[in-house]
């Protein structure tokens, strides 16, 4: 499936939240959905190494209601018509996405001894959502023209869907925007800053 999931992001990256090691089962959704329909994006792409991938409306958000609500002017508040914007590609490996643009990366569950920054970065996304986190939280996209972005978490209104941290000190929770983008506006980019954004990006792909 690795092929097949080339071939559509290469088409439709632009248009898609790609979920990075999304598992077996597509579930706890509800922060990919509001990125999602608050940036205007067309496609959910699940993306793992797994036999195949499951989405079950009735298990994959942990606040339903909330959910529909916010699909009601995309989907008429139906989670089955959402299903259709779904692509899955089991089978495939995040190493094989590198130079890939997608519009927003979200990462899960990673093993704390495998670091995908760098492939992350090539992709170019405008926002990378790690949740969930088991590993995630030792990658940083830090040096990758990345920030950190605490302001953004509130824009778009995301919660943390395990509220109580199993570890002291934990963050199941992290947004991190790419420098030249602004979503809420308040500080828009400077011509220098997107110049310098785009340089640095090249030299990056070389």
Wanted: charged letters at 25%; hydrophobic letters at 40%.
């Amino acid at each position: 499936m690795s092929k097949a999931a080339i071939e559509f992001l290469q088409k439709y990256g632009e248009l898609s939240l790609v979920s990075l090691g999304c598992g077996d089962f597509l579930n706890r959704l509800d922060n990919h959905v509001k990125l999602l329909v608050k940036c205007g994006l067309k496609y959910y792409v699940g993306i793992d190494r797994v036999q195949r991938i499951v989405f079950n409306a009735d298990g994959a958000f942990t606040g339903k209601e909330a959910v529909e609500q916010l699909l009601t002017p995309n989907f008429k508040g139906k989670i089955k018509d959402f299903s259709s914007i779904i692509r899955n590609f089991p089978n495939t490996r995040v190493e094989e996405l590198r130079n890939i643009h997608c519009k927003i990366v979200v990462c899960q569950r990673v093993l704390p001894f495998r670091h995908w920054e760098n492939i992350i970065a090539t992709m170019t996304p405008i926002l990378v959502l790690q949740e969930d986190l088991n590993g995630c939280e030792l990658q940083s996209m830090d040096r990758h023209l990345y920030k950190k972005s605490y302001s953004a978490i509130v824009h778009f209104g995301l919660q943390p869907f395990r509220t109580n941290p199993l570890l002291p000190f934990e963050m199941n929770l992290v947004l991190w925007r790419r420098r030249d983008y602004y979503p809420y506006q308040h500080n828009p980019p400077s011509q220098w800053q997107k110049i310098r954004h785009r340089f640095f990006a090249t030299c990056r792909n070389l």
